[in-house]
Nanobody
Framework: EVQLVESGGGLVQAGKSLRLSCAASGMMLDDYAIGWFRQAPGKEREGVSCISGSDGRTYYADSVKGRFTISSDDAKNTVYLQMDSLKPEDTAVYYC??????????????????WGEGTLVTVSS
């Protein structure tokens, strides 16, 4: 059974950094596309960043390009999202999600098969 556990959320001031972690079990990253999604109150869930476990290709939403970095550690079966220069508009619950894939594909919530419970990120101004 695939399980995903997010950690690393919290309350930070604008301009600061956070690193989110997604620990996966019951699967190998090589066989999956992994993504970070977020949902702010009253808004739809949106794709923030995705990475292909097989070839390392990445995708970033325009709103986070140049500020967020996604990476994976196969030895730890963990995917990270380094978030720098945080803005109040980054405030949301951040979710990790995966789907079986040999490539990157679309970074869209509806394509993902398994989800974590989420971790709250709050950025104060």
């Amino acid at each position: 059974e695939v399980q995903l556990v997010e950690s690393g959320g919290g309350l930070v001031q604008a301009g600061k950094s956070l690193r989110l972690s997604c620990a996966a079990s019951g699967m190998m990253l090589d066989d999956y596309a992994i993504g970070w999604f977020r949902q702010a109150p009253g808004k739809e869930r949106e794709g923030v960043s995705c990475i292909s476990g097989s070839d390392g290709r990445t995708y970033y939403a325009d709103s986070v390009k140049g500020r967020f970095t996604i990476s994976s550690d196969d030895a730890k079966n963990t995917v990270y999202l380094q978030m720098d220069s945080l803005k109040p508009e980054d405030t949301a619950v951040y979710y990790c999600a995966v789907r079986p894939s040999l490539g990157l594909g679309l970074c869209e919530a509806y394509t993902m098969h398994h989800w974590g419970e989420g971790t709250l990120v709050t950025v104060s101004s």
